[in-house]
C-alpha cells in the first residue's frame, strides 16, 4: 500500500448515554498528568519509574545528580518565597529579619557546587539575581557565612570569567527578532553577554573599573573587546568612570578604547535633563488619527528580502509598538491630570476602533503602576476611577482588548491592587511561569483532549502507526503559561525507523488531515527517526526546517508533555532519550552536543518568549537599569528585571537541567 491511498476518517465516537458529562475529560486529564515533561521527573524520586529503565533508576550517579538539584532548588525556594519583592538584596532581607544567614550560606554553598562541580550549568550567572551578589563591603555576623559569601564570589567570578568567550546571538538577549535561516547572508550579530554584567559586577566590588578596561586592551576577541565598550557609557553614568580612567583611557594604544574616551566626553558635555515633551490634547479623536497616520506609514513600508510571514509580524510588531507608544501618552496625560474621566468613557462607543481601546488600557495601567511605586493608594484610588472604564471593556468580549485588560489586571494583582477574586470573577486565570508547567495542562482541557483523539487515530490506523509512532508531543507558549487562550498549540510527532523522507509531502498530509484543529493549523514537528543496536536517535538532515526537528532540540523532547500510546511512549523513551544522559564526545553540527542540548533548553524556556514578552504580561518592571545610555547593553530588555531574573533562575534550575552519567 502507497501512503497516497492512507484515507484518514475520523474515528467514531462511542454511545456516551452512560457517561456523566465531565467523566472523559476528568479522565484525559489523569493521563496527561502521567505524561507530564520528562524534565519534570527529576524532581519526583517516587515516579521516576514511570519514566525511566530500572538500569537508570538505580544508578548512583544519576540519582546523586537528582539529589543535589532538589536540594539547590530547595535552598533557592526556602530564600525566595520570603522576599517581599524581587528587588531587595539578601543583605536587606537579613538585616530585616525576613531572612537568616544560615538559609542564605545554604543557598551560595549549592550555588558554588553547581558552579564547581560542572562547568556546563555555568550559564546561571547570567541570570542569577544581581541581588544575591554579596557586596564586597558586607560583614555578616557569622564567620561561616562570610566564608561561604568569599567562596561564592570568587566561584561567580571564575564562571564570570569562562563566559567571556560564548558569543550570544545579541537578539536572543532583547526581542528575539532574528531572520530566518535562509535568508541570512551573513552571521547574526552576536554579544560576549557576561561582559554586559560589568556594571552590575563593578557596582558590587567584584570588579574594578580599571581591570575591565585592562580586559578589554589585552583581548584579541573583537565580539568581547565590543561588548565591553557596549559597558563603557554605563559606567560612565554610574560615577566609575572618572577624569582619571578617561585620561588612561585615551593614551591607550587600543583605538577603540581611545574613541570610547571621546564619546564618554561628549556625553558628559551634552548631559542635560531631559525636558518634559508637550504631548498637546489627548483625545479619543487625536489618538485615532495618530494610530490612522501610523498604520498607513507601516502598511507602506518596505522591509526588504524577507518571507511573507516575517513581513506580516514585523508590521504587526510595529503596529503593536505604535499602540504601546499612544497609551504610554494617554498615562502621561492621566498623570498630569490632562485626561478627565470622561474622556475615557468616550473610547467605550462601537465606534472607536479596537487600537484606539487598547491604548488607553495601556495608558491607565502605566499610569497606575508609575504611580504605584511611590504611593501605593493612590494608585488604588486611580485604579477606582478607571475601573468602570475598564470592565466596560472587558465586557465588549473583543479577544485584542481582552488580552490587554488581561495583561493589566493580572499586573495589577502583582502589585496588590486586585485580588485572586476579582480575577476569578473576570475568568482571568494565573499560570504556573514558574513551573511546573505540567501544572498549566489544566487550563488546557479542551485541546488536549482533542489531542488525545487525534494520537488515537493514529493508533487505530495500522498503516498509519506502521508509519508513525502513536505518540505526540505537546508544547510552546500555551504550556509555557504565557501564551494567551487564542494562541497556537505546538505539536510534535515522531516518524519510524525506515520511513523514507522522500515520503514526506504525503506524511504532511496526512497529518494535517489528522491534527485538523484552528489551533494547531497542521503544522506539525517532525522527528525523523532511524534505528541502530536496539536504540533509536534521531535523524539530522543538512536542510533547515523548522519543522523539521533536530537530534538536539531538547526542549521539546524533555520539555513536551506527551501523549498517546503508553507503550509506544515508553519505547521512545526507553530507546531514545536515555542516550541524552551519558557522557559522551558527541558532536551535532561541529558543536558540542551537551552543551547544545543545554543551550536549546536555556533558549527555550528562559528567553523564547519569557524574556521577549512573556514575563511582562503578568509582571510590572521592577528593579532593571536604567541610566541615560543604557541601551548600549540593551537595558530596555527584560533580561535586567528583578522579578525575570529571579524567575528565570528558578526555571533555570529547574528546566535546564540533563544527568549526565558515564557510558554502560
Not at 127 to 154: C, I, T
Not at 185 to 203: G, Q, S
Amino acid at each position: 500500500m502507497e501512503l497516497k491511498d492512507i484515507q484518514f476518517v475520523p474515528k467514531p465516537e462511542k454511545d456516551g448515554t452512560s457517561e456523566k458529562p465531565g467523566d472523559k475529560g476528568r479522565e484525559l486529564l489523569e493521563e496527561a498528568s502521567s505524561n507530564r515533561p520528562v524534565v519534570e521527573s527529576f524532581f519526583d524520586l517516587d515516579r521516576l519509574g514511570e519514566v525511566w529503565p530500572e538500569s537508570i533508576v538505580a544508578n548512583e550517579t544519576f540519582l546523586e545528580q537528582i539529589k543535589k538539584r532538589k536540594e539547590l532548588n530547595d535552598n533557592l525556594n526556602n530564600v525566595v518565597s520570603r522576599l517581599p519583592r524581587p528587588d531587595i538584596s539578601l543583605e536587606a532581607a537579613i538585616n530585616q529579619e525576613l531572612i537568616t544567614e544560615d538559609q542564605v550560606k545554604k543557598l551560595y554553598s549549592s550555588l558554588c557546587e553547581l558552579l564547581e562541580s560542572d562547568q556546563d550549568y555555568r550559564r546561571i550567572i547570567l541570570y542569577l539575581p544581581f541581588e544575591f551578589l554579596p557586596n564586597k563591603n558586607w560583614h555578616p555576623k557569622e564567620d561561616a557565612f562570610q566564608q561561604e559569601s568569599e567562596r561564592f564570589r570568587q566561584t561567580y567570578m571564575e564562571a564570570w570569567k569562562s563566559l567571556l568567550s560564548i558569543h550570544d546571538v545579541r537578539a536572543n538577549f532583547v526581542d528575539g527578532d532574528v531572520l530566518e535561516v535562509d535568508r541570512r547572508t551573513r552571521d547574526l550579530p552576536r554579544v560576549a553577554k557576561a561582559a554586559h554584567l560589568l556594571p552590575k559586577l563593578i557596582e558590587k566590588g567584584f570588579m574594578k573599573i580599571e581591570n575591565a578596561i585592562a580586559l578589554m586592551e589585552l583581548t584579541d576577541d573583537q565580539t568581547l573587546k565590543d561588548s565591553i565598550a557596549d559597558t563603557l557609557p554605563v559606567l560612565a553614568d554610574l560615577g566609575f568612570i572618572t577624569e582619571k580612567e578617561i585620561e588612561l583611557m585615551e593614551k591607550s594604544g587600543d583605538q577603540l578604547i581611545a574613541n570610547m574616551a571621546r564619546i564618554i566626553i561628549s556625553n558628559m558635555e551634552s548631559r542635560v535633563q531631559p525636558g518634559e515633551r508637550p504631548l498637546g490634547s489627548i483625545t479619543l479623536t487625536t489618538v485615532q488619527n495618530k494610530l490612522k497616520e501610523e498604520f498607513s506609514r507601516i502598511d507602506a513600508e518596505e522591509f526588504g528580502d524577507v518571507t511573507e510571514k516575517r513581513r506580516k509580524w514585523l508590521k504587526q510588531k510595529k503596529k503593536q509598538e505604535a499602540v504601546e507608544s499612544l497609551g504610554e501618552n494617554i498615562g502621561t496625560a492621566i498623570l498630569a491630570g490632562n485626561f478627565a474621566d470622561t474622556e475615557a468613557t468616550s473610547f467605550l462607543t462601537s465606534e472607536t476602533n479596537i487600537e484606539s481601546q487598547q491604548a488607553l488600557v495601556e495608558g491607565i495601567r502605566k499610569a497606575i503602576e508609575t504611580i504605584a511605586t511611590a504611593d501605593i493608594e493612590k494608585a488604588r484610588t486611580l485604579y477606582a476611577q478607571y475601573k468602570k472604564t475598564m470592565l466596560a471593556l472587558r465586557e465588549n468580549n473583543v479577544s485584542e482588548t481582552n488580552e490587554t485588560l488581561s495583561k493589566t489586571f493580572r499586573r495589577l494583582r502583582h502589585l496588590g491592587i486586585v485580588d485572586d477574586r476579582q480575577l476569578a470573577d473576570l475568568n482571568i486565570v494565573i499560570p504556573k511561569l514558574a513551573g511546573p508547567f505540567s501544572e498549566n495542562i489544566k487550563l488546557m482541557e479542551n485541546e488536549i483532549q482533542e489531542i488525545q483523539k487525534m494520537a488515537a487515530t493514529i493508533e487505530s490506523k495500522p498503516e498509519l502507526s506502521q508509519l508513525i509512532y502513536p505518540a505526540v508531543l505537546v508544547f510552546g507558549s500555551r504550556l509555557k503559561g504565557y501564551g494567551e487562550q487564542s494562541a497556537d498549540i505546538d505539536l510534535g510527532v515522531f516518524m519510524r525507523p525506515g520511513v523514507s523522507i522522500d515520503d514526506r509531502k504525503e506524511l504532511q498530509d496526512l497529518l494535517k488531515e489528522i491534527f485538523s484543529h484552528e489551533k494547531i493549523r497542521g503544522e506539525i514537528v517532525e522527528f525523523w527517526l532511524e534505528e541502530k543496536d536496539g536504540q533509536l536517535s534521531i535523524r539530522d538532515f543538512a536542510e533547515r526546517d523548522v519543522l523539521l526537528g533536530e537530534s538536539h532540540w531538547t526542549h521539546i523532547l524533555f520539555g513536551a508533555v506527551w501523549e498517546g500510546n503508553k507503550n509506544a511512549i515508553r519505547e521512545l523513551r526507553e530507546k531514545l532519550l536515555v542516550s541524552y544522559l551519558y557522557d559522551t564526545d558527541k558532536e551535532i553540527h561541529g558543536h558540542d552536543a551537551r552543551s547544545l542540548y543545554l543551550e536549546e533548553m536555556e533558549r527555550d524556556t528562559l528567553q523564547y518568549r519569557l524574556m521577549h514578552k512573556g514575563y511582562e504580561r503578568f509582571f510590572p518592571p521592577c528593579g532593571g537599569i536604567h541610566t541615560p545610555h543604557a541601551d548600549e547593553i540593551d537595558g530596555e530588555s527584560m533580561f535586567w528585571d528583578s522579578g525575570y531574573r529571579q524567575m528565570a533562575t528558578k526555571l533555570f534550575i529547574n528546566r535546564v537541567f540533563l544527568p549526565k552519567i558515564p557510558q554502560p
